[in-house]
């Protein structure tokens, strides 16, 4: 009977994989990292120190002659480098409010910047801004913008304290950030955000923002909320800083034919920011009151009220204190394009459904204390406001005062 041979290469082999098998399974996890990126000579280069433990106790690192690996064991190892590792080291590494790396550094999706991902933070550096960190509730509105791909581009700061002492902000190359525990955090930029600065920031009469920039009525205008009052900008009105408002209510018995109801929302709030009054559209409701759809006016004077008026302007749900009300009809008899006529405590107008865009404004122009003028280029022409020829139309210092002194106008 032969001898089983067994040729002694194969065995050796075999107990080399184990052997690898094994000692693959007691490297460390900086050790694996590092020879995933190339080891001594990849990227990184050569270790400069050995696997050492962190100051918490905790995680473990290890530096290398172009960067440093670093190990947690809820985040695993990740590699940081150049001008990020540099950011963070001056923050204080794993002890500060960053912790450990949750990424290696990563190219940014629009292709210019790079970024790693921190137990607390991130920062983002890119060739024309450097390295900077953005964290807390700040970076979430950075991050619910679209990160750098937003119009705020890449941060320029870290994060701050404000002057204030209150709150905190974070600059960016197309905007900033403002944060406090009783506002949370909004972003302002643009010619609101220099006209704001302008002011003093945070320590100007305005306060913090409470919104981010808005779309006014779907038009061309936007404005920002702030604490004690808001900044309105378009491009024919400028920048138009808002500390009173009004507060309007929309019913509806037919309608709006010739522009939409935000097209005269637009409008209004357009020319009513020359005199400093932001326009709230608080509800919207219909009206199934068809006697009334072309509603007796009279003569349409101050003061001066109808049986159908009166009955019209008996409709108020939802209102309350100074609120102001809009009624859309048909039509007015006589035939108007709107009345600003109504019954005592119950502040409002009435406008036709073929009105122009301009003629909702004039009539809270004249609910607020405002008179006919012989002049097409002002809102308040005795023309008719299908005849304005200077859009936005005008409305002069006097008026503007008016407007703000009346008691249908609230700070805000």
Partial sequence: MSKLKIDPTIV?????????????????????????????????????TPITKCPDGVGSYQHYANGSIYYHPSTGAHEVHGLIRARWQSLGWERSFLGYPLTDETATPDGVGRYNHFQGGSIYWSPATGAWEVHGAIRTKYSSLGWERSFLGYPLTNENTTPDGVGRYNHFQGGSIYWTPSTGAYEVHGAIREQWKNMGWERSSLGYPTSDELIVFGGAGRISHFQRGSIYWSPTAGVRVLQERVRVHVKILDNPVSFTLNEQFAAMQEVFSIAGIRVDWVTTENLNLPSLADVDVGGCFMGQTTTEQNLLFRNRNFMSGNDLVVYYVRSTVPGYNGCAAFPAGRPGCVVVRSASRWTLGHEFGHVLGLSHVNNNNQLMTGGGTFNITNPPPDLTSGESTTMRNSNLSTPL
């Fill in 12 to 48: 050796r082999t075999d107990l080399n994989l184990e052997a690898i098998k094994d000692l693959l399974k007691v490297q460390h996890p900086i050790t694996q990292k590092y020879q995933s990126l190339g080891g001594s000579g990849g990227w990184l280069g050569p270790s400069t």
